[in-house]
Each structure stands twice: as C-alpha cells, then as structure tokens.
C-alpha cells in the first residue's frame, strides 16, 4: 500500500510518522518545513511553506474578516498546490477544508482511495452548538466562514471514506445522513515517551485545565464550579491563553485561578504530573488529545460526553464522564476525588495503564495502517 498524507501543520504528520515507521508512506505533502518533519525521510517531504499565513496572521493579531480571508486563500492555495504535487499512491488521506482539490487530483491521475479527516464534529454541528453557546453568553455568533461549510460539506460528499476521531463525532455525522459504512473511527495516539508521570513534588489538590480557552471548550463551566469551593491545601490551574472574548466572563471568577500563560509542548508533562486530577469541559471536540496526555501522566480525568473521552475511558474507572455545560456534575466529580484520595489514587493508575497499553502513537499507527490496508485491498480486489 502507497500511502500519501496531506497534513496543514501537525494535524496530519504524526500518521504520515507511523506510517513511515510501518514502511507504507508514499509522501508527505506538508506546509511544515523539512527541518520540522524529523522521522520522515526527505525524499517523501514536499513542502510548501507558502501556507504558513495563518500562523502570520495569528502572531500578529489579526482577527475578523481579514483573518478569515487570509485562512481560506491558504487552504485553498495548500489544496491546490498538493493536487499538482501529489504522486501516484493507493490511498491518499488528506484533512476536511483542506483536500477538495487534492482529492479530486488524485482520484482522476491515479484512481486513488480517497479518505478526509475531520478532526471536529461534522461541521453543521459543530456551527449550530457554538451558535448556541454564543447566545447563552450573550456572545456574538462565532465566526466561520460560510465558504469553509461549503468546502467541508463537497468534501463529505466526494471522499471515499471519512475518518473521525471518536464516537461522539461519528454521531454527528450519522445523524446528518452519512451513511455510517464511510466512516472511520480512529482515534488519535499520545507519545507515552513524552507524556509519563514525573514524581509531585507537594500534596496540593491541584485541579488542572490545559489547552486553549473558548466557548467551545467549556472553560467558564469548569471556572464556575470550582468558584464557591473553600477547601483547604486546594488550587485551580489554568494553562492557556484567555482570548479577549473570554476575559469579561472569567472575571469575576479571577481570584480563584493561576494562570500559568501557555507553555511550550515540552514542558507540559511536568505541569501534568504536578496536578491530582485534569478536567475538560468542553463543549465539542473531535478528540481532545489532551484527555490521552493527562491519562498518559496518571491523572484521573473528568470529561465531558462530546469528546473522545467515552472512547478511551470508563465512567467510574479511570476518571468520569459528565454531561456538557454542567457545573454542579463537574463541581460534585472534584469534591468526590478530593475526599477520596484511594479512589484517585486508583483511577490514576488505571488511567496510566489504559494509555500506555492502549492509546501510544504506535498503537494509533497499527490500528490506522491495519483500517487502510484493508479498506484499499477491497476497494482494489472489487475493481479488479
């Protein structure tokens, strides 16, 4: 099996990784440059660092419809680019609002298997529940940009087969009428190297937060919940940056966090390990790769339903899962693991477990190389 991954930043290079590691990575057509795709040999990197904009735009602050214009001409540039670039392979796998063009190259040059990821919900859903979060908050509507649905739904519609993360997102899509014989559900790996407990250097009860800080990760349910707790030797710590959206809500509830800004990648596993329990209230994720890394580091973890958590954890077992926008749940799940420190110090343990033996990075690229494998061999076998 030639295997060809599109991948806009890392969304998609630690696949084209293990799939190297396995021996069936045809190219990596990236807008990473070489010197930040270690792992993969050069002579299946193409790059094309012309679609780096977006991080432009981010780094200097610009937002709203500039932003938004800046983001679609560099996807659109990327896909098209990849479309002309791209060699001739089994199985090409590209990300959603990326491969339109790329797909339809590949399918018409060399009668490629087709495969989008989407690392979200489907894209209808995702629209409607963070429209609806705005307007709990008294919010304007979040900005997408209609021409990225518009993309997204062609792209549905074209693959071959869609893959997505979890149970939660294969929902999603279903529920829109994909038929659920397209649909791969894969979920993501952790690097257990990277991400492993380190010894806690204090007793502290520390509640820890870690990613980026919206709507659409629940944050300000998490912040509510712990905002009457008065419990002794007790902390909250928030890793993450507070967008401006944000800042008028979290302040009331100030006094109650350490904010410890947003850390570099490899510094995390120390902030983990320092931590009793990780806590993710989001309202709608793809995955959360972030549950996998807490777990990686031994912490119990409480997240919500609309997310991969249900896929990689047990209710009761290595942490709980609660229903999304739900304060008293989440604020109950933290008092529980407080007072108990046995059954923390059990759910941890069963969550080190569970990562180390079954969510690594090389279990992820078995499972994705074993789902494609077979897939190809019956698309290819029926043709033939």
């Known amino acids: 099996m030639r295997f060809s991954v599109s991948s806009f930043g890392y969304f998609g290079f630690y696949l084209a990784l293990e799939m190297e590691r396995l021996g069936f990575l045809q190219q990596l057509l990236t807008n990473l440059p070489r010197n930040r795709t270690a792992g993969v040999s050069s002579k299946r990197v193409s790059s094309n660092l012309t679609a780096a904009l977006p991080y432009l735009t981010t780094r200097l602050g610009i937002t709203g419809a500039a932003q938004r214009c800046v983001n679609w001409l560099a996807s659109e540039q990327f896909d098209k680019w990849v479309s002309t670039e791209l060699r001739p392979c089994e199985v090409f796998h590209s990300f959603s609002s990326f491969g339109l063009h790329s797909l339809r190259s590949a399918r018409k040059r060399y009668g490629s298997l087709t495969i989008i990821e989407r690392g979200s919900s489907h894209i209808e859903f995702q629209r409607d529940i963070l429209r609806d979060e705005h307007r709990i908050w008294g919010l304007p509507d979040p900005d997408i940009d209609d021409r990225v649905i518009e993309k997204e739904l062609a792209e549905y519609e074209e693959a071959d087969y869609i893959t997505v993360q ?3 997102a294969e929902k999603t899509f279903t529920d829109r009428g994909i038929p659920a014989a397209r649909l791969i559900k894969l979920p993501l ?6 991400f492993r407990p380190v010894p806690k250097k204090d007793d502290v009860f520390r509640v820890l937060y870690a990613g980026s ?5 629940g944050s300000i349910y998490l912040i509510r919940a712990i905002a009457d707790l008065q419990l002794p030797n007790f902390e909250f710590v928030l890793n993450g940056h507070v967008p401006a959206e944000l800042r008028d809500l979290l302040r009331p509830y100030s006094r109650h966090i350490k904010f410890v800004g947003s ?3 490899n510094e995390l596993r120390n902030l983990f390990s320092q931590a009793s329990i990780f806590v993710l209230p989001t309202i709608e994720d793809g995955y959360a790769k972030v549950v996998s890394e807490a777990m990686a580091c ?3 973890v409480i997240a919500t339903t609309n ?5 990689v954890m047990s209710d009761g077992v290595e942490g709980f899962i609660v229903p999304i926008r739900d304060s008293n749940s989440i ?3 933290i008092i529980q693991l407080y007072e108990d420190s046995d059954l923390r110090d059990r759910m941890g343990a069963a969550a080190l477990i569970k990562a180390r033996h079954s969510l690594s990075r090389s279990t992820y690229g078995v499972r994705a ?5 077979g897939i190809a061999r019956q698309r290819f076998t029926t043709n033939n």
Do not use: H
Not at 369 to 373: D, G, H, L
């Open 331 to 333: 604020r109950d799940r």
């Open 189 to 194: 790996g952790v690097d257990v190297e990277l």
């Open 213 to 217: 800080l919206s709507l659409r990760k």
């Open 298 to 300: 031994g912490l119990p």
């Open 369 to 373: 190389a074993e789902i494609y494998r």
């Open 166 to 168: 979890s149970s939660f």
């Open 307 to 311: 997310c991969g958590a249900p896929d």
């Open 263 to 265: 850390l570099p990648f």
